[in-house]
């Protein structure tokens, strides 16, 4: 008896978890689970851009280099 109502328990904060965790795309209307804020993750992005971009190389004048024009038309 006891476990299950440990079971009921654990599934109800569960859902109530996903449900607050739960939001709206702006440009489909969709809902989706946001476990990190869009805000923080643009930011941790931009960060791992900027790390990578100063690491490497960007390729040009190679056949390699049309996959980067392709990308940037994108």
Do not use: W
């Not at 904060?13 to 996903?18: A, C, E, S, T």
């Not at 993750?41 to 980067?68: C, N, W």
């Amino acid at each position: 008896m006891l476990r299950t109502k440990n079971c009921l328990y654990f599934c109800l904060l569960v859902f109530v978890l996903i449900a607050l965790g739960c939001s709206t795309v702006p440009i489909t209307g969709r809902s989706q689970l946001e476990l990190v804020p869009s805000d923080q993750l643009m930011a941790m992005s931009a960060d791992q851009y900027s790390d990578f971009m100063s690491k490497h190389e960007v390729i040009t004048g190679t056949p390699d280099a049309r996959f980067h024009y392709l990308g940037t038309r994108a």
